[in-house]
């Protein structure tokens, strides 16, 4: 089992539609949390981190379930400039620097 | 500020041929990583540094690959000798500690490989 599995989807949807992103890790001891996203041919940067208690960044929502270890990603009114490759990443356990990336999961806006 | 800077962004080269990829981290990050991103397999890591001293190499496919970072603003990934199946993007990304976990990566643009 992969440490941290993604839908690679794609994801087509229009503009202006919610869509959410599902990812979950398999090391229960892992502490820190992260979107990042990769347009195409481009480095991953990063979106948000993802905190116990949920948190919002304007249109974007990121939420954590530590007794499902489950990381979800929701994004409302969809422009065509969130097309991108959202990744989901967990440090591997503990106090570590380790970040292990999901292979990404695909989000195509339609206009 | 200048971000991390990668060399060379392109290189194709001869299977058997010696690879060495560089990297110049963000002035001031402990932590500096080295990352391998593929279609099949996504992004992988395979070295971090911190404050120049390797700390996990555990995802370091083989032999033939090697990692150092001689000193604060300075690392290079070197490869000896490639094959077609290392043809990849690897990226460089450098990071401050946060706290009790890891702070946020600051990737390089990548160096495209392709070993014919």
């Known amino acids: 089992r992969k440490e941290v599995e993604q839908d690679p989807g794609p994801f087509n949807v229009p503009e202006g539609a919610t869509v959410a992103f599902n990812c979950t890790y398999s090391?229960?001891?892992?502490?820190?949390f992260f979107w990042y996203r990769q347009d195409c041919r481009k480095e991953p940067k990063l979106l948000m981190s993802?905190?116990?208690s949920g948190n919002e960044d304007g249109r974007f929502t990121a939420q954590l379930n530590r007794a499902s270890q489950y990381i979800s990603l929701l994004i409302r009114d969809s422009k065509l400039s969130d097309s991108a490759t959202y990744l989901c990443v967990s440090n591997y356990g503990g106090a570590t620097n380790k970040l292990i990336f999901g292979t990404g999961t695909l989000l195509a806006v339609q206009p | 500020d200048a971000g991390v800077i990668q060399s060379p962004r392109h290189e194709v080269t001869e299977m058997g041929q010696e690879v060495t990829l560089r990297c110049k981290p963000i002035?001031?990050?402990?932590?500096l990583f080295w990352y391998r991103q593929t279609m099949m397999r996504g992004l992988e890591l395979l070295i971090y540094f911190n404050n120049n001293v390797p700390i996990d190499d555990s995802g370091m496919p083989e032999d033939r690959f090697s990692a150092k970072m001689p000193n604060a603003s300075f690392s290079t990934l070197k490869i000896q000798p490639s094959e077609p199946r290392d043809s990849a993007v690897y990226f460089c990304?450098?990071?401050?500690?946060?706290?009790?976990?890891?702070?946020?990566?600051?990737f390089g643009e990548g160096s495209r490989l392709t070993v014919l």
């Open positions: 090391n229960s001891a892992s502490q820190s």
């Open positions: 002035s001031g990050h402990d932590y």
């Open positions: 993802v905190y116990s």
């Open positions: 990304a450098s990071s401050l500690p946060s706290g009790v976990g890891p702070g946020e990566l600051f």
